[in-house]
């Protein structure tokens, strides 16, 4: 059955740091692989998706994420948060032409101090 | 957003009445989704459409119904609302690249 780990609950970093949240997943091919994020008392806002190709994907607001298949990763980096990036952030995986589900992680809480 | 509007924004009600929500979207989606969102959980998959009168069961589906007569219109219906159904409500489609877009999502508080 498809699952996805998020294994950090709550992060916090400086403003200008480096970011890594962590993503795991199980599945028994390669599937479609998403980050969203939402922002307090709003919907998700999807951040980068995976599909298939080039491993290293970019997505908005200035956020990558790297597919690993040997770890069943798909870590969500930035170099340099910035203080609006303070919300929670979801992976989510959904299996290659079947839009029927979507799984998503329990998701990381990422709070920025200045 | 993908034209997806969810309606109300905000309900309160009291156990044991029914209660509809509605997801509305602009843009003639096959797919559909509704999901709940819970501290500790993330989402959760509730009740998911493929079509005009096809639709299926997610994880916690007990308590629930869905119906969709139309494409546009994809409603959530809780029979008679317990204070466990207490969440948000979270309407997503799915284009068919696979991508998922949500609504805004309704808070109900089930008193």
């Known amino acids: 059955a498809q699952s996805v780990t998020q294994p950090d609950i709550h992060i916090t970093v400086s403003e200008g740091a480096s970011l890594e949240l962590r993503c795991n997943y199980s599945?028994?091919?390669?599937?479609?692989l998403f980050w969203y994020v939402q922002s307090p008392g709003q919907g998700l806002q999807l951040l980068l998706k995976?599909?298939?190709?080039?491993?290293l994907v970019q997505g908005i607001k200035g956020f990558e994420a790297e597919f690993k298949r040997s770890q069943s990763s798909f870590n969500l980096r930035k170099p340099s948060v910035h203080w609006s990036d303070a919300a929670e952030y979801f992976c989510?995986?959904?299996?290659?032409?079947?839009?029927?589900?979507?799984?998503f992680g329990t998701g990381t809480r990422l709070q920025v101090f200045p | 957003d993908a034209g997806i509007t969810q309606s109300p924004r905000h309900k309160v009600t009291e156990t044991g009445t029914p209660v509809t929500l509605r997801c509305h979207q602009t843009?003639?989606?096959?797919?559909m989704y509704w999901y709940r969102q819970d501290p500790g959980h993330g989402l959760r998959l509730i009740h998911y459409?493929?079509?005009?009168?096809?639709?299926d069961k997610g994880e916690v589906s007990d308590g629930y119904s869905v119906s969709r007569s139309k494409t546009e219109d994809f409603l959530l219906t809780l029979e008679s609302a317990t204070s466990s159904q207490t969440s948000v409500y979270f309407c997503?489609?799915?284009?068919?690249?696979?991508?998922?877009?949500f609504g805004q999502g309704t808070r109900l508080t089930v008193v």
């Open positions: 997503a489609i799915r284009t068919e690249r696979g991508e998922a877009f």
């Open positions: 459409s493929y079509g005009v009168k096809d639709t």
């Open positions: 989510a995986v959904g299996a290659p032409y079947n839009t029927d589900k979507l799984i």
């Open positions: 599945y028994g091919a390669t599937p479609y």
């Open positions: 843009e003639n989606h096959r797919y």
């Open positions: 995976y599909f298939s190709g080039d491993t």
